[in-house]
C-alpha cells in the first residue's frame, strides 16, 4: 500500500498494544521490559542420560528471573496479571515478560507449566 499520510496496520494497533485493567490501553509497546528465558531445557526436550543435571527419578520445576540496569525486576506471572490483567494470548499478553516455568517430569520429559 502506498499513501500519502501516516496510517496503522492492524498488527501495529493490536499486537503492540496491551490493555490494561483498567480499560486504557498501552499503545506502541514495543519495549520488552526484563526477561530472562530457560532455553535448554524447554518445551518438548527430553533429558537422558548424565550432562550437567542428573535424571534422580524426581520431578522439578525450573524458572529463571532477571534484574536489568534500571533496577527493575521481572514479575512472576500473577505479579504480571495484578498490574496488567488477563488477556487473550499465548501467555494472556502480546508483550509477556513474566517468568515462565519448564516441569522436568520424572521420565526426563519437559514442558511448558
Known amino acids: 500500500m502506498v499513501t500519502d499520510e501516516p496510517f496503522m ?43 550437567w543435571y542428573e535424571i534422580s527419578g524426581l520431578a522439578v520445576a525450573l524458572q529463571s528471573r532477571c534484574t536489568d ?22 501467555d494472556g499478553f502480546n508483550h509477556y515478560n513474566g517468568i515462565k516455568t519448564w516441569f522436568v517430569h520424572r521420565d526426563g520429559k519437559v514442558s511448558h507449566v
Do not use: C, N, W
Open 9 to 51: 496496520t492492524r498488527e501495529e494497533a493490536a499486537i503492540y498494544t496491551d490493555l490494561m485493567p483498567d480499560g486504557k490501553a498501552r499503545s506502541f509497546t514495543f519495549v520488552m521490559e526484563a526477561k530472562s528465558v530457560i532455553t535448554r531445557p524447554s518445551g518438548e526436550h527430553v533429558l537422558e542420560g548424565r550432562g
Open 69 to 90: 540496569e534500571t533496577g527493575y525486576v521481572q514479575p512472576t506471572r500473577e505479579q504480571l496479571i495484578s498490574v496488567r490483567g488477563l488477556h487473550a494470548g499465548p
